[in-house]
């Protein structure tokens, strides 16, 4: 397997697919909020939270399209939520923890942990 060269704002593989990412200057609360406002992209981000390591699109059961989902995935990305990288013909994601929790501390505990006493609440855990 080979491992994703981290470099500034772009993750890439050997393979050299690339994807935009915004570096940690460029993250914005506003943006990092929009990305969390939706039910279906906080779904992936508490899903991915709770991983121990990267996930790929295809563990995610949504109950939407797969264009849906691929731009959910797009818009947690573009707004330096998490990060994607490929791994052989998997798109790998992972939550950009260190940036947030630097660029914004506590934001994304409690989002999460709101998140979780909602679901805890509606009876959906």
């Known amino acids: 397997m080979v491992a994703p060269v981290r470099s500034g704002a772009t993750v890439t593989t ?6 935009a ?15 969390l406002s939706d039910p279906i992209r906080l779904r992936i981000v508490r899903q991915l939270a ?10 995610f059961d949504l ?9 959910h995935f797009r ?4 707004n330096g939520v998490i990060a994607q990288f490929y791994r052989g013909t ?12 630097a660029l914004f501390p506590g934001l994304l505990d409690s989002v999460l942990g709101g998140a979780d006493l909602q679901a805890e609440r509606l009876g959906q855990v």
């Open 14 to 19: 050997k393979a050299a697919r690339l994807l």
């Open 21 to 35: 990412h915004p570096s940690r200057d460029e993250i914005r609360v506003e943006g990092v909020l929009h990305a």
């Open 50 to 59: 709770a991983a121990t390591d990267e996930q790929a699109c295809s563990r």
């Open 63 to 71: 109950p939407v399209s797969k264009s849906t989902t691929t731009h």
């Open 75 to 78: 818009v947690l990305r573009e």
């Open 90 to 101: 998997a798109k790998l994601s992972s939550v950009r923890t260190d940036d947030l929790d």
